[in-house]
């Protein structure tokens, strides 16, 4: 599988280079013209943005049909849906919060192809409220399976994050863990699953994206 630019792999996410740059800029100029707080203040935010827009590489589980987390952070909803919009199904849902010390790049928690990829407008409420999926800006990515299973993926901006960037596109195919987009400064990932999967993971766990099992596909 090629990858295609945003989803390659290196130690900082692509995006961030920007922000990283800007620090750097910062820093340089104080320095240029002996503004001790301007260095110091450039190159605070260039060694936060570095941290925040890491992107280590993880190791995937073996199980064929395990399902991984998509993000980085704490799970704070577990519950069972009627999703109208995408699935026209019961799923049960997995909501995790990142905090802004979390890694944000996300990763696509089955393998499968892109069927949907649609970025809705919206306001920036506090990602960990309940109205946050409805409200706020937000990105769905919607993976249809082999055969046929589909999993949604809701990406939501919160107080903080006031961007979300996309690596993939609709057609795309994923494997397993590959990076499918991140989101700027503390945020929200629901996931939607079919309701025979087994949910593995219990409200206040900690996950890591395309390494902890989040669940697990059924019939397996």
Not at 121 to 145: H, I, K, S, Y
Request: a neutral charge.
């Amino acid at each position: 599988m090629q990858s295609r630019a945003g989803r390659t792999q290196g130690l900082i996410a692509a995006p961030g280079y920007y922000f990283i740059l800007a620090g750097g800029a910062g820093l340089f100029l104080g320095w240029l013209l002996g503004w001790t707080w301007l260095a110091v203040l450039g190159l605070g935010a260039a060694g936060f943005f570095a941290y925040f827009f890491r992107d280590p590489e993880r190791p995937l589980p073996t199980e064929a049909e395990a399902i991984v987390s998509p993000a980085d952070g704490k799970v704070i909803l577990l519950d069972e849906v009627r999703e109208d919009k995408f699935l026209q199904a019961p799923a049960k849902r997995v909501g995790i919060f990142m905090n802004v010390f979390d890694v944000h790049v996300n990763r696509a928690p089955v393998a499968g192809r892109v069927a949907v990829s649609h970025h809705y407008p919206g306001q920036f409420v506090a990602a960990f409220r309940p109205e946050a999926d409805r409200l706020n800006e937000r990105q769905v990515t919607l993976l249809e399976r082999e055969d046929g299973g589909r999993v949604l993926m809701l990406q939501i901006a919160g107080l903080l994050a006031r961007r979300i960037i996309s690596y993939v596109k609709e057609e795309d195919r994923l494997a397993r863990g590959e990076r499918l987009g991140l989101i700027c400064f503390g945020s929200r990932v629901d996931l939607y699953l079919p309701p025979d999967c087994e949910v593995l993971v219990k409200l206040g766990d900690r996950l890591q994206a395309g390494s902890s099992i989040v669940g697990r596909w059924p019939g397996n």
